[in-house]
């Protein structure tokens, strides 16, 4: 698969650049099914580009796991590859049933100033470490990515939440869909369906030279939290990998922050 980009690659280059809204994806080397005993790469990459790493948050910032029957396994070693800017890790399967992998960006706190300054410190600390400074605003951020290795047409835990702040589930099972095929999602934000989301959806090799390129924008999920898309993935004939993004800004007023704003994406292969 194309996974050989990274920014630099693209020739593109931002200094100082704002990162708090890029797309965290995990994702892994090769759109196929693995076998017991088979190691899979799995690679976890912000960025505004499509599946391109842009930006390494720091090891202490980030954290990857796999869920089996929705148990979280024990976090796996991450080592950062600082030619493709993201993160890699290895999972051995010990059987063929579904393995969903969870990449997470752990979040921070960003205050700016009335000046236009920013520091990554809650609004307490911000206040108290710049004495003459206005805090204008402080935002929270979180982000979880889930990937889907090995979905089988008899599994049944496809679409059981794993308990994340903000998360997509899959109405439909990922082992069954097909280019043209229409996937149903739900979209849950601290375990209730949220209504009103825009929920963006694209593919593997679907313009990756552009800042923030999606193949489907613009759609809400209904009041149930629900949404659907066509995955239909023109001249590409072999399998691919989709992902879908939501994001949910809550205004909130606590000593720490004026608003948070978790992100979650879905990914799978189409075959």
């Known amino acids: 698969?194309?996974?050989?980009?990274?920014l630099l690659c693209i020739g593109l280059v931002f200094a100082g650049f704002a990162f708090g809204h890029e797309t965290t994806i995990i994702t892994s080397d090769s759109a196929r099914d693995y076998r017991s005993g088979d190691t899979v790469e799995l690679f976890g990459i912000s960025s505004h580009y499509n599946l391109v790493g842009e930006e390494l948050e720091g090891l202490d910032a980030v954290e990857m796991h796999v869920y089996k029957n929705g148990i979280k396994g024990e976090a796996?070693?991450?080592t950062?590859?600082?030619?493709?800017?993201?993160?890699?890790?290895k999972y051995t399967l010990t059987d063929n049933s579904l393995a969903i992998a969870v990449f997470r960006s752990i979040g921070g706190y960003t205050t700016t100033f009335s000046d236009g300054t920013r520091v990554s410190l809650n609004k307490r600390a911000a206040a108290a470490a710049n004495p003459g400074k206005t805090v204008s605003k402080t935002s929270y951020f979180t982000k979880w990515s889930k990937?889907?290795?090995?979905?089988?047409?008899?599994?049944?835990?496809?679409?059981v939440p794993l308990g994340h702040d903000l998360e997509i589930i899959p109405l439909d099972n990922p082992a069954n869909m097909r280019r043209g095929g229409t996937m149903r999602l739900r979209v849950l934000y601290q375990g209730k369906?949220?209504?009103?989301?825009?929920?963006k959806a694209s593919y593997d090799y679907y313009d990756y030279r552009t800042?923030?390129?999606w193949a489907s924008t613009g759609r809400k999920t209904d009041r149930n939290g629900e949404i659907s898309f066509r995955l239909d993935h023109p001249d590409i004939k072999k399998p691919v990998i989709w992902f879908f993004r939501v994001r949910e800004l809550q205004r909130v007023n606590t000593a720490e922050t004026d608003e948070e704003n978790p992100a979650a994406t879905l990914l799978f292969v189409v075959k």
């Open 147 to 159: 990937y889907y290795i090995n979905p089988g047409s008899a599994d049944r835990t496809f679409s």
């Open 80 to 89: 950062e590859n600082k030619d493709r800017l993201w993160y890699e890790g």
């Open 76 to 78: 796996l070693p991450l």
């Open 211 to 213: 800042m923030d390129a």
């Open 1 to 6: 698969m194309r996974r050989i980009f990274c």
């Open 193 to 199: 369906p949220l209504p009103n989301a825009e929920v």
